[in-house]
């Protein structure tokens, strides 16, 4: 059963098990957020709402929203801002991008699919574009809190294999929250209605199993 | 406030003006999350206070030259609706809520871990919509309901009271009439589970074996606030986990 705690709700005494969410006081584990308790492995506090705070490796979803040369500024639905160098564009063309150029590549409002190369102390963070970087025409974006994501992908992918394949949709969820929808009109819509739902009923459990009573009912 | 002392009684037969018992809290009301565009948010009824307390962030900073690099920075706004009070208030910031909003911010402080998103901002936003005495301490209990819901690490959570002095007697959680013809008056915040007091002033005068008492009396009455911030908290997510419940 899930287990919700406060800022400062006592959780354990194994003070070596003490993971994210938590602070250690005395040798006793303490909550640092609002949120659940997870101990399978480590004691940690899984939250149920916040900012998203990138870290390398993260794959997001980000939106072009200033172009000062060499860099892309993109929102990263964070409150840090990434940047984008130019040269991570031409890596493998042997051109240059001039400046005032630069918009022809890659313009405001653009969405890309990048990965986050490196967040220094400043918490300047630097993004590396994926191969297949572009967020085309068509298709949703809808953004969801980072919190939820887990929960959206579901134990070893099950939760977003059984949308894609009952949508038959494809479906890109990127780190930060935003999630990338594209199929016909119909299936969108229903995944996106059922994103949306899983946001909503994130804490809940037997979620997998409403989830996919739901597709059913709805396809018949 | 002799003179007035003598106008108003403010306990007759053992009861304070409103039915209460002397170490009686005004009925307390605690709902979370009801703005949504907020991150978080809090509305909290202590007697005839009524408070809406919202956190936006961490955000970006901005001027940029008030980032701090190594930290957050916590603002706080203590605001008083013009309605709030029998007599039109000027709106806007006065001396009072600026001072307010300054004692509020710092009682969060020992609370709120800001390493944890340096050069950004969290705004805490509590706007008194009816106010009946104390209610800098009302706003305390929904911002910290209010930033927990935001989803912001913190170490524990602020609970907060006032106690005063009418009639000669030593009593918790003072109504309008009592404050305004009482002796005098005490808010208190605190950390309920360390018993860490964060903010403490007063106005008027108490005698050493009072303020004792009365801090006594407010470190009790923060201990039953946290429980039912704790419990708003929990509640909120309980109930929908009980749906779902048997099917795992």
């Given at each position: 059963?899930?287990k ?6 006592f ?14 006081e ?11 308790v ?8 899984v ?24 860099y892309w500024?993109v ?26 150029s630069?918009?022809k ?9 990048a ?7 400043m ?16 298709g949703?974006l ?8 887990p929960?959206?992908?579901g134990r070893s ?22 999630v990338?929808?594209?199929?016909s ?10 994103v ?9 459990s037997g979620l997998?199993?409403?989830?996919s009573?739901f597709?059913?009912s709805?396809?018949? | 406030?002799?003179?007035g ?15 209460r ?11 979370v ?25 961490p955000?970006?900073m ?7 690099a190594?930290?957050a ?11 709030s ?8 910031p006065d001396?009072?809520?600026?001072e307010i ?30 106010s009946?005495?104390?209610?800098r ?7 910290s ?5 935001a989803g912001?690490p913190?170490?524990?959570m602020?609970?907060?009271?006032a106690?005063?002095?009418i009639?000669g007697?030593?009593?918790l ?13 005490m808010?208190?915040?605190?950390v309920?589970?360390t018993n860490?007091?964060?903010l403490?002033q007063?106005?008027?005068n108490?005698?050493?074996e009072?303020?004792?008492?009365g801090?006594?009396l ?13 419990t708003a ?13 048997g099917?795992?």
């Open positions: 059963m899930y919700v705690v406060v800022p400062g709700d959780i354990s005494e194994e003070a070596n098990r003490a993971g994210e969410g938590t602070y250690v005395e040798g006793k584990v303490y909550a640092m957020k609002y949120g659940i997870d101990d399978r492995e480590e004691i940690k506090v939250a149920l709402s916040g900012k998203y705070v990138p870290t390398k490796g993260d794959v997001v979803i980000g939106e072009i929203v200033e172009i000062s040369f060499p500024i929102d990263i639905a964070s409150p840090y801002e990434a940047r984008l160098h130019t040269s991570e564009f031409t890596r493998n063309e042997r051109e240059k991008i001039e400046f005032g630069m918009g590549y890659l313009d405001l409002g653009d969405l890309i699919v990965k986050v190369m490196n967040v220094d102390a918490m300047r963070v630097d993004l590396a574009l994926k191969d297949e970087f572009k967020i085309g025409e068509g949703r809808i953004e969801i809190s980072h919190t939820k994501v929960r959206l992908i992918g099950s939760m977003i294999r059984m949308l894609k394949e009952k949508c038959n949709c494809f479906i890109f969820i990127a780190k930060n929250g935003r990338w929808i594209k199929g009109e119909d299936e969108m819509n229903l995944a996106l209605q059922v949306l739902m899983i946001e909503n009923e994130a804490h809940t997998t199993d409403r989830v009573y597709l059913d709805f396809k018949r | 406030m002799k003179e002392e003598k106008e108003i009684e403010l306990i007759k037969k053992g009861k304070r003006l409103d039915g018992g002397f170490e009686e809290l005004r009925p307390i009301k605690i709902e999350g009801v703005l949504k565009r907020a991150d978080g948010s809090c509305y909290f009824e202590m007697g005839d206070n009524k408070v809406m307390a919202a956190v936006y962030g955000r970006e901005h001027p940029r030259h008030f980032q701090d190594k930290m920075v916590v603002k706080y706004r203590y605001n008083m609706a013009p309605f009070v029998d007599d039109r208030k000027r709106p806007g001396r009072r809520s600026v909003s300054k004692v509020s911010r710092e009682a969060f402080d020992p609370v709120i871990i800001k390493e944890y998103y340096p050069k950004t901002a969290i705004d805490v936003y509590v706007e008194i919509l009816q009946d005495a104390g209610t301490t009302a706003g305390i209990n929904a911002a309901v209010a930033l927990a819901d912001i913190m170490k524990d602020v609970s907060s009271v106690v005063g002095k009639g007697e030593v009593v959680d003072l109504s309008g009439m009592e404050d305004n013809y009482g002796e005098a008056d808010p208190v915040a605190m309920a589970r860490t007091i964060t403490l007063m106005d008027g108490f005698k050493k009072e303020f004792e008492r801090l006594k407010a470190m009790d009455a923060c201990h039953k606030i946290y429980e039912l911030q704790r908290l929990i509640e909120r997510y309980s109930k929908s986990v009980g749906e779902g419940e099917e795992e």
